[in-house]
């Protein structure tokens, strides 16, 4: 319950710097218009990652953490993806739109949360190695089951933030636009609604975590 109340402290005070920016509410008439069509796409990319970084999780297991091929693929920024698909962009597609954004956000965020779901993983030798491959899959199931919910609620605002650069360099209006503008523009009333969001999201891990003393 102390680490509750503790958390709700934390998330209480960003949302009230949120309500109490200096300056006006807008300086236009009125704040920008949400990105509605950013929905679909960013919804298709958390169920992506959703499904496909637990999945190579539990097909590679925990060894996974320390492949060198894995950190490879995983050490590019965003930037330099974006960059490359723009670089291999075919002129007569036109500008790249939201499923350009999708496969450059995939190729960024995948790698690095197949491994943070790996390094989650516990060690399975000798048990359940000695138990037999079914053994072995099934503990690595179990356990990200019990982490799934928590890797997305933690997860989440990282995405959020990450998605700027390939946002901008893409020229797609995207949910982490949205943030920047309205942080930048002091849309007070816009952040309390994301900041609301995210402590939702942080609400969400609570029971599956169990409290000590």
């Not at 650069?165 to 007070?188: K, Q, S």
């Amino acid at each position: 319950m102390s680490r509750l109340l503790q958390g709700l402290v934390v998330w209480g005070f960003g949302l009230a710097l949120a309500l109490t920016l200096p300056g006006s509410v807008w300086k236009a008439a009125t704040p920008p218009a949400f990105p509605w069509s950013a929905l679909g796409p960013a919804a298709l990319a958390v169920a992506s990652l959703a499904v496909l970084a637990p999945l190579l999780a539990w097909l590679g297991g925990p060894t996974l953490a320390a492949r060198r091929s894995l950190a490879l693929v995983e050490a590019p920024p965003d930037l330099l993806w974006a960059a490359l698909l723009l670089a291999l962009w075919p002129p007569a597609w036109g500008p790249p739109a939201q499923g350009a954004w999708l496969v450059a956000f995939l190729a960024a965020a995948l790698p690095g949360e197949v491994r943070w779901l790996a390094q989650a993983l516990p060690g399975e030798h000798p048990f359940p190695q000695a138990w037999g491959a079914v053994a072995t899959r099934r503990v690595r199931r179990l356990v990200l089951r019990r982490l799934g919910v928590r890797w997305l609620a933690a997860r989440l605002p990282v995405w959020l933030t990450a998605t700027l650069v390939l946002e901008r360099m893409l020229g797609v209006p995207g949910l982490g636009t949205d943030w920047l503008t309205r942080v930048a523009g002091r849309d007070r009333r816009g952040l309390a609604v994301w900041v609301g969001l995210l402590a939702g999201l942080w609400l969400l891990t609570r029971p599956w975590r169990r409290e000590t003393a």
